[in-house]
């Protein structure tokens, strides 16, 4: 069965502690502050694998984490940083970030070696050798580390084929797929006997040519009938479609069968879900020419070819005899182009303020360089939520509160420093604070006294 939607959690390793340590040594008066700052937690990075077909691996784990950093220590040492997650993703997924820090965040991964960071580890705290000044000589606190980001994320993955088989149940397509290359589909005389995706590989002396067999479409298939609305979306990255048309629908059990209406039907459900797919080559395979008289089959030629114009070869063939496939595969050689090309604006994308993400050029090739966007300031806002009780929100401010701890008279002495700084103490002033009234920061309820 293939996987082709998945849904993980992934979080990034949190930051290290910052280390509280002074220097204590024979002969070595006055050693002062030398704790060492934390390192920083491993992110949790996305890794395009073209040895991976689907997304059945994330069936059996959902979750995903990274080790956090290492917390600094005495004698100024440093704190290890966590190692990088790497989750391996097949070509042709799509990432969409659904809540917490993920959230409208969106990554697409086309080739081979291709990464995307969707969650960043967690800055390291400070120790105290870093807060040392000429006022606080022996600072007694250091830094927390910070949570990295983490949040639930879909997959989906679009497969990455030259050639598509398009067509109505019972078409022919997967007895092509399998005289054409050595794939094995489930083939029977039965409609839907094909329920997923299925991919071969033609060969030539050359090169080779991906060829997706997609479920038989319906009429409605762009909005939800039958199979279509659940596999269209794998056509969307071929570059050449395959049209197989019963040549003699009425033998293969469909009277009121009609080739003109099938063939409008399917082209019609390609058209409404993906404009793009209206405009790609085209090749009408006349499938079971077995089945029918040789100048039936000829007619039948001349009509197609008369009503479909030069630029769509149309070819019978027989999955039974053989006949037509050499030059159907030569067709497919010839109209596929040689070199694949990542089409314009798909790639690695970051739809975060701040991305460290590769972007596209515009001419369609992926950038070999970092793109870096700054990061949006950090606002806060305060209100009155209850008598005597004052709310700070604000992320910049919030994260603050996070790096201390609150029962270290010394590390509050700090904090209220910084929250005077960046004009959080102004603002609580206007908006009627008063000496001995609570202030509530990330939760937590905190005493300041403005006037000190």
């Known amino acids: 069965m293939l996987h082709d939607r998945a849904r993980i959690h992934v979080e990034a390793g949190a930051g290290g502690d910052g280390c509280s340590s002074f220097r204590r040594e024979a002969?070595?008066?006055?050693?002062?502050?030398?704790?060492?700052?934390?390192?920083?937690?491993?992110?949790?990075?996305?890794?395009?694998?073209?040895?991976?077909?689907?997304?059945?691996?994330?069936?059996?784990?959902?979750?995903?984490?990274?080790?956090?950093?290492?917390?600094?220590?005495?004698?100024?040492?440093?704190?290890?940083?966590?190692?990088?997650?790497?989750?391996?993703?097949?070509?042709?997924?799509?990432?969409?970030?659904?809540?917490?820090?993920?959230?409208?965040?969106?990554?697409?991964?086309?080739?081979?070696?291709?990464?995307?960071?969707?969650?960043?580890?967690?800055?390291?705290?400070?120790g105290n050798k870093q807060f040392a000044t000429a006022t606080r000589q022996a600072p007694r606190f250091a830094e927390r580390g910070l949570p990295g980001e983490e949040g639930w994320l879909e997959l989906r993955l679009k497969l990455l084929a030259d050639v598509g088989l398009v067509g109505l149940p019972n078409a022919g397509k997967s007895s092509l797929l399998a005289r054409l290359t050595r794939a094995a589909p489930k083939v029977a005389s039965y409609p839907f006997t094909t329920l997923e995706p299925i991919l071969g590989v033609l060969e030539s002396d050359e090169r080779q040519l991906i060829i997706a067999d997609i479920p038989g479409l319906i009429e409605g298939a762009s909005e939800g009938a039958g199979l279509g609305h659940e596999f269209l979306a794998h056509i969307e990255r071929t570059r050449l479609l395959v049209h197989v048309l019963d040549l003699a629908p009425e033998l293969s059990g469909d009277e009121s069968a009609d080739a003109v209406a099938n063939h409008a039907t399917i082209e019609q459900e390609l058209a409404a879900h993906d404009p793009r797919l209206a405009g790609l080559p085209r090749v009408l395979a006349l499938s079971k020419a077995d089945l029918v008289l040789p100048e039936m089959v000829e007619e039948a030629i001349a009509l197609w070819s008369e009503r479909l114009g030069p630029d769509v070869p149309v070819i019978?063939?027989?999955?039974?005899?053989?006949?037509?496939?050499?030059?159907?595969?030569?067709?497919?050689?010839?109209?596929?182009?040689?070199?694949?090309?990542?089409?314009?604006?798909?790639?690695?994308?970051?739809?975060?303020?701040?991305?460290?993400?590769?972007?596209?050029?515009?001419?369609?090739?992926?950038?070999?360089?970092?793109?870096?966007?700054?990061?949006?300031?950090?606002?806060?806002?305060?209100?009155?939520?209850?008598?005597?009780?004052?709310?700070?929100?604000?992320?910049?401010?919030?994260?603050?509160?996070?790096?201390?701890?609150?029962?270290?008279?010394?590390?509050?002495?700090?904090?209220?420093?910084?929250?005077?700084?960046?004009?959080?103490?102004?603002?609580?002033?206007?908006?009627?604070?008063?000496?001995?009234?609570?202030i509530e920061i990330a939760g937590m309820l905190l005493e300041l006294d403005p006037s000190e």
């Open 27 to 126: 002969h070595v008066p006055r050693g002062g502050p030398d704790g060492g700052d934390g390192g920083r937690g491993g992110d949790v990075v996305l890794v395009c694998d073209d040895s991976l077909r689907d997304l059945q691996g994330f069936t059996r784990k959902a979750h995903h984490s990274a080790r956090r950093g290492g917390n600094g220590e005495g004698s100024q040492r440093h704190g290890a940083d966590g190692p990088v997650l790497q989750i391996r993703v097949p070509p042709g997924t799509q990432a969409h970030g659904e809540e917490s820090d993920l959230t409208g965040r969106h990554w697409e991964l086309l080739r081979n070696g291709q990464r995307a960071v969707i969650a960043h580890g967690g800055s390291g705290g400070r």
């Open 316 to 438: 019978a063939t027989s999955s039974a005899t053989g006949q037509g496939f050499q030059e159907l595969a030569g067709e497919l050689l010839r109209l596929v182009p040689a070199a694949a090309t990542v089409p314009a604006g798909a790639g690695v994308e970051d739809g975060s303020p701040a991305s460290d993400a590769v972007t596209p050029e515009p001419g369609g090739e992926l950038a070999e360089h970092m793109v870096y966007r700054p990061a949006a300031k950090d606002g806060f806002s305060v209100e009155q939520t209850g008598p005597g009780i004052f709310a700070v929100r604000g992320k910049g401010v919030e994260r603050l509160l996070q790096r201390f701890d609150v029962e270290n008279e010394e590390a509050m002495s700090y904090v209220e420093a910084r929250l005077r700084r960046l004009g959080v103490i102004q603002a609580l002033e206007a908006r009627g604070f008063q000496p001995g009234d609570d």
